[in-house]
């Protein structure tokens, strides 16, 4: 009798074939699954090229706004003298000494135009005319260096108003440093940072139509300077002349200490209030905005004590537009019996918008 | 004006705006055309050197009946007898007082003239002492107090708003020297 059941060897044949054929289309599914899968989880290409493009871009700013943040600390912390020339679009310019000690505070010297010199001890601040004899003493400009200015500043690049990147390399003073442009809604503003030391040692001004409004840059700078105390101090023997301004913090200060003002409830966005002001005799107070490279700056005076040349002005037009220098302009108007000056670089149709946005 | 002049606008107006004959709001706007244009700064830096060296010259011009008045001096001249200039009569009332006299008088006059200047200046010294003190400082507002001009004050205004930039931790401090300083 034949024996049909499988031999051994039929047995293994079989059981490899379905094996095989298991395998295959055990294959083929987890291919279509895994297909299926990263279908579902990446992006479109377009997409993917938009997010890259970020992720670089944001990468770029970061970049720049740490050189940023390393050149204002090392305004702050270092010591130097330079020797810088500035330049204006008009053509004229002026040279300089630049003395900053991080304790004592700052001291810059015309050596063309010679006469005139300032000096900032973070008390108080000195515009020296040698010629007249005159000094005119007033607050401290400078920003203190306790970090604090630092972390408002680079909060002004959260809001996408203000760009900073960086856009390429340079040598200034026989120094290697990077280029990192801040764009601002009106102006852009160009810094050579120092690789070794993140000193600035160059800026350039420029309208947001490309035009260079100014230029200041060293031409020698020296890390181990040896100051004296006379450096950060007026000379003796001037005539003395005090400003007679209150300066205040905010506005609820200022109306605290006394100060009527009125408060515009529109200013472009990125401006914020940073200071008050106000003539101790009553005749103005000026509120002074900014976001961080622009500053507007708002005088309201008292009745009939505007300069008569505003007072002319917005008695025969009503209001109108005065030019000032580094693409700065007025804007004088008169609301009943208060006279308004806005100065900035704001458009047309901003200013105007301030000014109807006053109460 | 409400705008900024241009050129073609401007330069008719240099020669008044250098003689300082224009009014004040026709001067801003020239001063400030003035100030961001290198040419027509070029050719107010002409006129203002032309009035200058004019101005440096004596203006002589003959009177209409200049020709009578010299005939008629020079007749005089010749029958009046010589006088004495001022130069000459002190010369000899000095020389009148003797060897006595003239050192006395040298020593009274000296002493006159010193005393007074010892106590101007010594005035003016405790002044500027008390003004670095900070007892006799003058008060004057950075904006219009008491501005030499109107335009001063103007441009204090501006000063002001530059020298606030320049304090931005991103502003120029090259600029608190620049606007208005190199004016001077």
């Known amino acids: ?359 | 004006m409400a705008t900024m002049l241009d050129c073609r606008r401007v330069q008719p107006l240099l020669s008044e705006y250098v003689d300082g004959a224009l009014s004040e709001e026709t001067a801003w706007d020239v001063k400030m055309h003035v100030a961001s244009c290198a040419v027509c700064q070029r050719v107010a830096d002409d006129f203002a050197g032309t009035a200058e060296l004019l101005g440096g010259l004596a203006h002589v011009e003959p009177s209409a009946n200049f020709e009578s008045v010299l005939a008629a001096r020079l007749a005089d001249l010749s029958v009046k007898p010589h006088r004495p200039s001022l130069r000459e009569q002190v010369s000899e009332w000095w020389y009148a007082r003797g060897s006595v006299g003239r050192p006395a008088l040298a020593s009274a006059a000296a002493f006159a003239f010193v005393v007074p200047l010892i106590m101007v200046t010594l005035t003016l010294r405790q002044g500027a002492v008390d003004a670095v003190n900070g007892t006799a400082v003058v008060k004057q507002s950075n904006a219009a107090a008491s501005p030499a001009s109107d335009a001063e004050a103007l441009e204090r205004l501006y000063d002001d708003h530059a020298a606030y930039s320049s304090s931005l931790l991103l502003g120029d401090s090259s600029a608190v020297l620049t606007p208005a300083d190199s004016r001077l």
Do not use: C
């Open chain 1, 1 to 359: 009798m034949r024996n049909f059941s499988p031999t051994n060897k039929q047995r293994t044949g079989g059981a490899a074939t379905t094996v095989a054929a298991l395998f295959a289309v055990g294959s083929l599914v987890g291919a279509g699954v895994v297909l299926a899968l990263q279908a579902a989880v990446t992006p479109t290409h377009a997409w993917a090229q938009q997010q890259a493009k970020e992720e670089k871009d944001a990468s770029k700013e970061d970049r720049a706004v740490r050189l940023l943040r390393r050149m204002v600390l090392a305004e702050m912390r270092k010591a130097f003298v330079a020797r810088e020339a500035t330049l204006n679009a008009d053509g004229r310019g002026t040279e300089q000494w630049v003395k900053r000690d991080p304790r004592r505070g700052i001291r810059r010297e015309s050596i063309r135009p010679p006469g005139m010199i300032w000096i900032d001890n973070y008390r108080r601040s000195y515009r020296i005319n040698t010629r007249e004899n005159r000094v005119v003493e007033s607050d401290s400009l400078l920003p203190r260096p306790d970090g604090a200015r630092v972390q408002e500043f680079l909060h002004r690049f959260t809001g996408q108003l203000i760009t900073p990147e960086v856009v390429g390399e340079d040598r200034v003073a026989g120094r290697s440093a990077h280029i990192v442009a801040v764009t601002g809604p009106a102006t852009v503003r160009r810094f050579w940072i120092d690789k070794k030391t993140g000193l600035r040692l160059k800026t350039e001004e420029y309208n947001r139509s490309g035009k260079l409004l100014s230029s200041s840059s060293y031409s020698s700078v020296d890390l181990s300077p040896k100051f004296t105390e006379e450096d950060f101090r007026p000379p003796p023997d001037m005539r003395v002349v005090k400003d007679n301004r209150r300066r205040f913090d905010s506005l609820q200060a200022a109306e605290k200490a006394g100060v009527k003002v009125a408060r515009p409830r529109w200013v472009p966005a990125g401006y914020g209030l940073r200071n008050v002001e106000a003539l101790r005799d009553g005749r103005s107070v000026t509120l002074r905005y900014t976001n961080g490279i622009d500053v507007l700056s708002l005088t309201q005076f008292a009745p009939d004590k505007a300069p008569p040349h505003l007072r002319k002005r917005v008695e025969k037009e009503g209001s109108s537009f005065l030019p000032f220098p580094r693409g700065q302009r007025g804007y004088v108007w008169r609301d009943g019996e208060r006279t308004f000056l806005l100065i900035s670089s704001l458009s047309d149709d901003q200013v105007r918008r301030v000014a109807e946005s006053l109460p």
